[in-house]
């Protein structure tokens, strides 16, 4: 038996359990599994015969511990920031450890130490980061074994609903953390290049900014920039490249829509209003107005923000009941950005039988032989249920992919490592098919960053 | 011989300096005037026969000290964050203390050892902190003593440029701090009450929320709020007020325009520009605009921002010559702010002859005997020449008078205070209208927040 200790159970990790649940007998594997809260734990473990549901407080170190010494392999599905110790324990051990997150600052501290003792740390293998690294470095590197040269290469993901639960204005649920979404694009101005520039788009206008990204069977998406698309530059090996370019994919219009949050300083997160518990989400909307002794808070924002009333966007507004005087905020010491998230969550929650979908899309273009090339790479995955949901699939299969590969040693780096290499992304994309994850490629022409064509 | 030592002979530092030696035999001064410079000390000394330069590094405890035990008083004129070591020698060798800064929370700290040595280290008491507060509170009480309660306080101040020497578009020179005006604004939202309801603004929306004030003999002007209105409503004991506000003043037309680079990201100071040095200002200006194939610099950022070619906005960037590409930023690692701020001071430094202004503007609302009334109390001062600058006057005259004041024991408070009491502010804004510094008060009818008497 080969002892697997999953450390947290939330929402992801459903997918995960399953895969090694349903490998259990010809892998022979033992499944433990670990939260806070050992009921999450039992759900997950149902009454699987090799699985065993345990309580694990992740701040309590022989509880870790304990857990910990027993498995030969971790994965840990905690919130990015609790890894660190469960990775310390892991060095400790000697137990390789696979996450969904980013390499923090202080676990790629560990990368020495993790190689001397032969083990690997393998992160970012979820979908974003994760099928993202994988379904791009498998193009990039197939590109250069031919000789080719990258010049371009943006890459969009997206979080959405499934088309047939797509019943607002805005084409838009949660599907994954909502105050992620809330505050999303904050920090910082964006920083990309565009043929050979670098370019910067501050907050307030990033929601302004979109590109138009077409998926076969699917129609129109726009995507918004990340902040740092710089960020794998020379870790793909990019250091050379002309254009470059992160973002995240909603569908058309709703950036154009969240603008007027942004616009209006609803997504601030960094100072309290007052008295806001005792708010209604009508006073929240006119706290971002001038007082006007006349004029209804309807009006002062259409006028503010020069909204037409035939503009759908004003329909959006309506639709989120934000100039309702009669629910309350009902949080003290809310931040803008905390109640909008409350706003939004009355409305954009799912509904039983939802189901979500994530949206991945590649541009890769490329100088071989003398000509200039472009490979388009389209994934989407779509939700079963609530609980086998696109987030969940995407998120959980490469992890417990890598994992297995790592037990029975057909992945054999070392170090703290995310899946760049052909040895694991290669095997993995392909075991992602047979759950529906795959990516259609396309060649077409160059465009470079004139994807109309336009002349001057 | 009363001995006044005065710490840093910056700008505003010559009229004070002139003040002192002006009374030196009346009231038997001797002026001790210390900077890291001695030239500078002793370019403000002159051959004044009661007034010595030395040379006083503020950070070497030694030099600090022999300077300080040996005087009666000391006025620092440092940079605000140095006045803290320059408060702790005054209070173990047992010396008032007059600066015309906002009191740190460090200095606050203070408060009760100044108190129980008998000391007063008087701040806050140069214009903007200082003559703003004098003069409203000399309504205020004169309100509060008929039996009046104030309901609005509206406050604004701007350093400008005068009439006669105004020969820009924007109506605007730096006549102080350059990278003060280049970030103002930022840090969070502006936060102030109007007609008692707490109102936000974020700081992209800052100068598209401004106020306009009319001034008699000088014109209109317009005013962005503040960051934070409320910082003196429970020192001015206003708790109870429903409209709060404190603006800065400008030329009505410079803060639409001033949103330009907002909007553009030019004035974020959280991040370095890749290879500012090597940019061209049209390359700065490009950085902020989306790549083209096609289209020019120019077209991009009309666009963008929607300015007519027949729009003021547009000949105001065109007079800043933003569109060079043959002017280098020359600056390693530079913010955007950093680099704005250089193409500005290139076209909004003084010339030779030029003379500031200082503008000040309050609004009283309040109720007395069952009748609402309104004061508005206006100040503007002109500068003589570029040594006796408005700015340097207004700043300078407060300290030199509260200073020779305490000296006299005609102020005698104790603590660490701001010139909010009668027997501080009535003598010594008395004593400014010598100096043509002057509030003129007209009763109006009291408008509340809807300046305009619209009716819905």
């Known amino acids: 038996m080969r002892k697997i200790l999953v450390i947290g159970a939330g929402k992801s990790t459903a997918v995960l359990i399953k895969y090694f649940q349903d490998k259990a007998l010809t892998e022979q594997l033992h499944i433990t599994i670990g939260d806070i809260s050992l009921r999450h734990a039992e759900n997950l473990a149902g009454n699987h015969s090799n699985s065993l549901a345990i309580q694990i407080d992740v701040f309590d170190k022989t509880s870790r511990e304990n857990a910990l010494k027993n498995s030969d392999i971790v994965v840990s599905m905690l919130p990015a920031r609790f890894h660190i110790e469960v990775a310390k324990d892991c060095l400790r051990y000697g137990k390789h450890l696979v996450t969904a997150s980013y390499v923090s600052s202080e676990m790629q501290e560990l990368d020495d130490h993790v190689r001397q003792k032969g083990l690997l740390f393998m992160n970012e293998m979820g979908v974003d980061p994760g099928i993202d690294h994988m379904s791009a470095m498998k193009v990039i590197d197939n590109i250069r074994d031919q000789g080719g040269k990258i010049i371009l290469f943006e890459s969009f993901t997206g979080g959405l609903i499934a088309p047939e639960s797509d019943t607002n204005l805005w084409n838009y649920k949660f599907t994954w953390n909502p105050r992620n979404?809330?505050?999303?694009?904050?920090?910082?101005?964006?920083?990309?290049?565009?043929?050979?520039?670098?370019?910067?788009?501050?907050?307030?206008?990033?929601?302004?900014?979109?590109?138009?990204?077409?998926?076969?069977?699917?129609?129109?998406?726009?995507?918004?920039?990340?902040?740092?698309?710089?960020?794998?530059?020379?870790?793909?090996?990019?250091?050379?490249?002309?254009?470059?370019?992160?973002?995240?994919?909603?569908?058309?219009?709703?950036?154009?829509?969240?603008?007027?949050?942004?616009?209006?300083?609803?997504?601030?997160?960094?100072?309290?209003?007052?008295?806001?518990?005792?708010?209604?989400?009508?006073?929240?909307?006119?706290?971002?107005?001038?007082?006007?002794?006349?004029?209804?808070?309807?009006?002062?924002?259409?006028?503010?923000?020069?909204?037409?009333?035939?503009?759908?966007?004003?329909?959006?507004?309506?639709?989120?009941?934000?100039?309702n005087p009669d629910k309350k905020v009902g949080i003290?010491?809310?931040?803008?950005?905390?109640?909008?998230?409350?706003?939004?969550?009355?409305?954009?929650?799912?509904?039983?039988?939802?189901?979500?979908?994530?949206?991945?899309?590649?541009?890769?273009?490329?100088?071989?032989?003398?000509?200039?090339?472009?490979?388009?790479?389209?994934?989407?995955?779509?939700?079963?249920?609530?609980?086998?949901?696109?987030?969940?699939?995407?998120?959980?299969?490469?992890?417990?992919?890598?994992?297995?590969?790592?037990?029975?040693?057909?992945?054999?780096?070392?170090?703290?490592?995310?899946?760049?290499?052909?040895?694991?992304?290669?095997?993995?994309?392909?075991?992602?098919?047979?759950?529906?994850?795959?990516?259609?490629?396309?060649?077409?022409?160059?465009?470079?960053?004139?994807?109309?064509?336009?002349?001057?």
């Open 181 to 323: 979404v809330v505050i999303a694009g904050q920090g910082g101005a964006a920083k990309f290049l565009q043929e050979g520039t670098y370019k910067y788009i501050p907050y307030h206008k990033l929601f302004r900014r979109t590109e138009f990204l077409e998926v076969d069977g699917y129609g129109r998406f726009e995507a918004y920039a990340n902040r740092n698309s710089l960020q794998y530059q020379s870790i793909y090996g990019l250091d050379d490249i002309l254009t470059l370019y992160r973002g995240t994919i909603r569908r058309v219009g709703f950036s154009k829509a969240w603008n007027t949050f942004v616009q209006l300083g609803m997504t601030a997160d960094d100072y309290i209003l007052s008295n806001s518990e005792n708010m209604s989400y009508r006073d929240f909307t006119n706290s971002f107005l001038a007082y006007s002794p006349t004029d209804s808070v309807e009006l002062k924002l259409r006028h503010y923000l020069k909204i037409d009333q035939d503009d759908i966007m004003w329909d959006k507004l309506l639709e989120l009941d934000m100039f």
């Open 332 to 456: 003290p010491d809310a931040t803008p950005a905390q109640i909008l998230q409350k706003i939004l969550i009355d409305k954009w929650s799912l509904s039983d039988g939802d189901k979500d979908m994530i949206v991945m899309y590649h541009k890769f273009g490329y100088e071989l032989d003398g000509v200039r090339k472009q490979i388009d790479a389209t994934m989407v995955s779509t939700g079963e249920d609530q609980t086998y949901t696109a987030m969940a699939k995407t998120v959980g299969l490469p992890v417990a992919m890598a994992t297995l590969r790592i037990l029975n040693q057909q992945i054999t780096l070392t170090g703290v490592q995310i899946p760049i290499q052909k040895e694991v992304y290669d095997p993995i994309l392909k075991e992602l098919e047979a759950y529906d994850i795959r990516f259609t490629e396309i060649e077409r022409e160059y465009m470079g960053y004139n994807p109309d064509g336009v002349k001057g």
